[in-house]
């Protein structure tokens, strides 16, 4: 029976609604309660996937309104795709939330509030030249002392939690973050294993540029010529997360035009995020009759780095990082682990460096909290989930943690400062850089 409510709001609309099939995989067994981090932290069985599904057919159904209400319980979701991994009947939770966040953003307004900070996330975040205009304004905020006085006040957590959040996140402005150095075409040093395309990113090479600069060094040092086009937009992993399809289409198309007759054997991406989209473009193009079957095409050619390197194997030589033995632990971002199925390359490539010994952590699994922009609309769960993390990974010992993903990189630098330990956050790349360079970690005054 349909309540007055559902027939005000009679749910989801005609247009790619959550499979009926899908959801029907589902047996409520509950085996991804534990591996899922919002259910963990909030405990509700509303926000779990199993509760989630559950709403997702009642809505199929009519039996349940698309509301405010329901809609909490999908934002909820970090989208990290744990549930996946671990559920033993292959429910496909990943399509299932890909089908229901779109249905939300057009069905389901939201406040006033939330739409500034959503159009204001959409319109700057994935367009890096947007984002300089505002880096300089910012930069003057945090070197003038006010930003230590914003947070000492703490009065943007009473009005504004959101924003606070946002702002609690920004991590130290580097001076090369405005401009991009790195040349269209890199040659290979020494003979010319093969050509490849190179994704830049777009937070990436703002707030961490010397992961780019390291994966070419690392990719030219081992016989790849690597091209990097000079007009690159956003691989449209915010707004595919978030349910902005249209959006996400867009920019898909137009990565898929970036770098259609570069001739690369390989497009390859050092942020996981980005490449688990990225690989998804086959699907979320799969009714554009114009690009669906380019897409697929794409889909072929992408790779995260360490995926490629590990397949192709290293040339070059690499030296230890330092006199004794170094251990290391390697943080699994999601969209790596669980999106894109890699977890033993990295690990292979780390071990590869002379005197690297990798430890594991607790709940390797769980998420950091950073999701995209969670972190930001969600702060409370995320900040848990971030405590959590640094906790697991600081205790292993490891004098380095090892990290493939932008926001992963922010979230547990973040964090590792609240808790006040002084760890370095690198991206695996830099590590292989500095190893095939032969530069030490006391040199670079980083242990």
Do not use: W
Request: aromatic share 6%.
């Amino acid at each position: 029976m349909q309540t007055s409510d559902s027939v005000a709001n009679p749910g989801f609309d005609a247009h790619n609604p959550p499979d009926p099939k899908l959801i029907d995989s589902c047996v409520h067994c509950g085996f991804c309660l534990s591996t899922c981090p919002s259910y963990r932290v909030i405990g509700k069985e509303m926000d779990s996937p199993r509760g989630r599904i559950y709403l997702m057919d009642g809505i199929n159904e009519g039996e349940i309104p698309l509301n405010a209400a329901t809609v909490q319980h999908f934002d909820s979701c970090l989208g990290c795709l744990a549930c996946v991994t671990t559920c033993p009947s292959g429910v496909q939770y990943d399509k299932l939330i890909g089908a229901t966040r779109p249905q939300i953003e057009r069905k389901e307004p939201r406040s006033l509030p939330q739409k500034l900070l959503r159009q204001f996330i959409f319109s700057v975040f994935p367009y890096p030249n947007r984002m300089r205009a505002l880096l300089r304004p910012l930069g003057l905020y945090q070197k003038s002392g006010l930003q230590k006085l914003v947070r000492s006040l703490k009065f943007l957590d009473a009005i504004a939690p959101q924003l606070s959040a946002m702002e609690a996140i920004l991590p130290e402005i580097p001076a090369r973050a405005f401009t991009d150095s790195i040349p269209a075409l890199i040659p290979a040093l020494g003979e010319k294993r093969y050509r490849v395309g190179m994704l830049l990113g777009c937070v990436q090479r703002l707030f961490n540029p010397d992961v780019n600069d390291a994966t070419v060094r690392v990719l030219t040092a081992n016989g790849c010529e690597v091209v990097v086009p000079e007009v690159q937009g956003c691989c449209g992993a915010l707004s595919h997360h978030q349910g902005q399809e249209e959006e996400a289409k867009q920019f898909a198309r137009r990565m898929i035009d970036t770098f259609a007759d570069t001739g690369v054997d390989a497009i390859l991406i050092n942020a996981s995020g980005c490449g688990h989209t990225m690989k998804e473009y086959g699907h979320l193009l799969q009714d554009d009759p114009n690009y669906c079957t380019k897409a697929e095409a794409f889909v072929r050619k992408v790779k995260d780095v360490q995926e490629f390197l590990a397949e192709v194997g290293l040339t070059a030589p690499l030296s230890p990082l330092q006199d004794q033995p170094l251990t290391l632990v390697y943080q699994d971002a999601c969209h790596m682990l669980h999106g894109q199925k890699i977890s033993v390359q990295p690990r292979q490539l780390l071990r590869k460096i002379p005197g690297v010994q990798l430890r594991e952590p607790v709940d390797a699994a769980l998420c950091c909290g950073s999701a995209g922009i969670y972190n930001i609309l969600q702060p409370e769960v995320a900040n848990e989930l971030g405590r959590q993390k640094v906790e697991n990974l600081t205790n292993t010992g490891a004098e380095i943690i090892a990290s493939a993903n932008i926001g992963c990189y922010v979230q547990i630098s973040r964090h590792l400062k609240l808790q006040d330990k002084s760890v370095p956050v690198l991206h695996p790349m830099q590590l292989l850089d500095y190893s095939i360079r032969g530069i030490r970690l006391k040199d670079l005054q980083l242990l």
